[in-house]
């Protein structure tokens, strides 16, 4: 029998960056991982940004996820001699002039620490519309999630730390204190399965409110936006290099299957034909579902009758800039040492269980 402290279910992005974490505590994990269940970590843009672009005010808790997730990604690259975290200005063509007038008022407020003070009236125009100025916001960027994750995959297979199969459900015997999957015994198995948990028989009482999201890749052969911007006007534009850019997202809560459709490719060109003066080829149309929750906070905590299980879910839009936080936040209240943060409990579901 191989002992370990935890089982892992899932290495998409709250399963990876758990595992980084409980690494880092000397704990002792094996991953189980189907890669072809769920494709949302792996297509993200990885895009994070400190304000809520709408109403200009700061994203939830971003003073305390912003500093941590820098010294977490950059842990992680130190460790697997990888570059994939990178700084970018988010810059923010204004579409109306009530726009830059909030923004005005917005950058004397605290949010005013994520906001460039200086409005550009003369940015790129001759590759994107920009009749009324843009400005930036400070301290956002990405993760080139794919790099980020196969990295770590390496990592783990190297290190005999991940069985690539699917889980099944029928083989997990719980008891107490421990549970036993095959030939693996640990004392808590974590399920970091995305929107896949809505299957899992322990957990799907956990209230999701799925939302599927398209993507497509796009090359402009006659232009170049440089890679330290990203472009955000109804949608994003994410540069990647060799004249290639990550455009998305759509957002659908009715037709929930992982397939890409022409409506959701027709909406992107739209919306990009609003920015982009120059012409651009559609090169690559990807999709996934995030596992998004129905109060917008992550799911995290102890199964109500069964202690030795646990979730690591629910991050939703942002799972770049929450998980590894709150994946500290949960080994720390694993180890005995806090309570965890009510609003990112799953006790505040339990009701439904
Ligand atoms: C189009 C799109 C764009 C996005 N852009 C961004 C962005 O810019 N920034 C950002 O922060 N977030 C973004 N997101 C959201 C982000 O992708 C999610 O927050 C994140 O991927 C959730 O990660 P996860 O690990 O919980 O789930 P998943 O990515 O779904 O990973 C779950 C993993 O578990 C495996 N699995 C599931 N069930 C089983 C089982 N029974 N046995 C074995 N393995 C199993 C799956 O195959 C997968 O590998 C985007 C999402 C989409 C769809």
Redesign the pocket.
């Given at each position: 029998m191989k002992q370990v402290n935890y089982i892992i279910?899932?290495?998409?992005?709250?399963?990876?960056i758990l595992a980084q974490t409980l690494l880092n505590q000397n704990k002792s994990i094996l991953i189980?991982?189907?890669?072809?269940?769920?494709?949302?970590?792996?297509?993200?843009?990885?895009?994070?940004n400190p304000v809520v672009f709408k109403r200009l005010v700061k994203s939830w808790m971003a003073d305390e996820l912003l500093p941590f997730m820098d010294g977490f990604y950059a842990d992680a690259e130190l460790l697997l001699n990888t570059k994939f975290y990178f700084k970018k200005r988010i810059v923010k063509p204004f579409a109306e002039e009530q726009e830059r007038i909030l923004w005005d008022k917005k950058v004397n407020e605290d949010v005013g620490k994520y906001l460039s003070k200086t409005i550009h009236d003369d940015f790129l125009n001759d590759i994107i519309y920009n009749p009324l100025g843009v400005s930036e916001i400070l301290f956002g960027g990405?993760?080139n999630?794919a790099v980020y994750l196969d990295s770590f995959r390496n990592y783990f297979k190297q290190n005999n730390f991940l069985l690539e199969?699917?889980?099944d459900?029928n083989q997990l015997i719980i008891s107490d204190n421990k549970v036993v999957y095959k030939n693996i015994e640990a004392d808590k198995i974590i399920f970091?399965?995305?929107?896949?948990?809505i299957?899992?028989p322990y957990f799907s009482w956990l209230p999701f409110k799925l939302?599927?999201?398209?993507?497509i890749t796009i090359k402009i052969n006659d232009a170049i936006i440089n890679e330290e911007f990203v472009l955000n006007k109804g949608v994003?534009i994410l540069p990647l290099g060799n004249n290639t850019y990550k455009v998305?997202?759509?957002y659908e809560w009715n037709d929930l299957t992982e397939q890409t459709t022409e409506k959701g490719k027709i909406d992107l060109i739209d919306k990009l034909n609003k920015v982009l003066k120059v012409k651009f080829e559609i090169i690559n149309h990807?999709?996934?579902?995030?596992?998004t929750v129905i109060d917008r906070r992550p799911l995290i905590g102890l199964h109500p009758q069964h202690n030795s299980l646990a979730v690591f879910?629910?991050?939703?839009?942002?799972?770049?800039?929450?998980?590894p936080y709150f994946a500290k936040h949960f080994v720390d209240f694993m180890a005995g040492e806090i309570a965890l943060n009510n609003e990112v409990d799953i006790a505040r579901f339990e009701n439904n269980g």
């Amino acid at each position: 029998m191989k002992q370990v402290n935890y089982i892992i279910v899932g290495q998409g992005l709250a399963g990876t960056i758990l595992a980084q974490t409980l690494l880092n505590q000397n704990k002792s994990i094996l991953i189980i991982d189907d890669v072809s269940l769920s494709q949302a970590s792996r297509i993200a843009a990885g895009l994070y940004n400190p304000v809520v672009f709408k109403r200009l005010v700061k994203s939830w808790m971003a003073d305390e996820l912003l500093p941590f997730m820098d010294g977490f990604y950059a842990d992680a690259e130190l460790l697997l001699n990888t570059k994939f975290y990178f700084k970018k200005r988010i810059v923010k063509p204004f579409a109306e002039e009530q726009e830059r007038i909030l923004w005005d008022k917005k950058v004397n407020e605290d949010v005013g620490k994520y906001l460039s003070k200086t409005i550009h009236d003369d940015f790129l125009n001759d590759i994107i519309y920009n009749p009324l100025g843009v400005s930036e916001i400070l301290f956002g960027g990405n993760l080139n999630t794919a790099v980020y994750l196969d990295s770590f995959r390496n990592y783990f297979k190297q290190n005999n730390f991940l069985l690539e199969e699917k889980f099944d459900y029928n083989q997990l015997i719980i008891s107490d204190n421990k549970v036993v999957y095959k030939n693996i015994e640990a004392d808590k198995i974590i399920f970091c399965e995305g929107y896949k948990t809505i299957d899992n028989p322990y957990f799907s009482w956990l209230p999701f409110k799925l939302t599927k999201g398209e993507i497509i890749t796009i090359k402009i052969n006659d232009a170049i936006i440089n890679e330290e911007f990203v472009l955000n006007k109804g949608v994003f534009i994410l540069p990647l290099g060799n004249n290639t850019y990550k455009v998305g997202a759509t957002y659908e809560w009715n037709d929930l299957t992982e397939q890409t459709t022409e409506k959701g490719k027709i909406d992107l060109i739209d919306k990009l034909n609003k920015v982009l003066k120059v012409k651009f080829e559609i090169i690559n149309h990807e999709v996934g579902i995030r596992p998004t929750v129905i109060d917008r906070r992550p799911l995290i905590g102890l199964h109500p009758q069964h202690n030795s299980l646990a979730v690591f879910n629910g991050m939703g839009t942002k799972g770049v800039m929450l998980a590894p936080y709150f994946a500290k936040h949960f080994v720390d209240f694993m180890a005995g040492e806090i309570a965890l943060n009510n609003e990112v409990d799953i006790a505040r579901f339990e009701n439904n269980g």
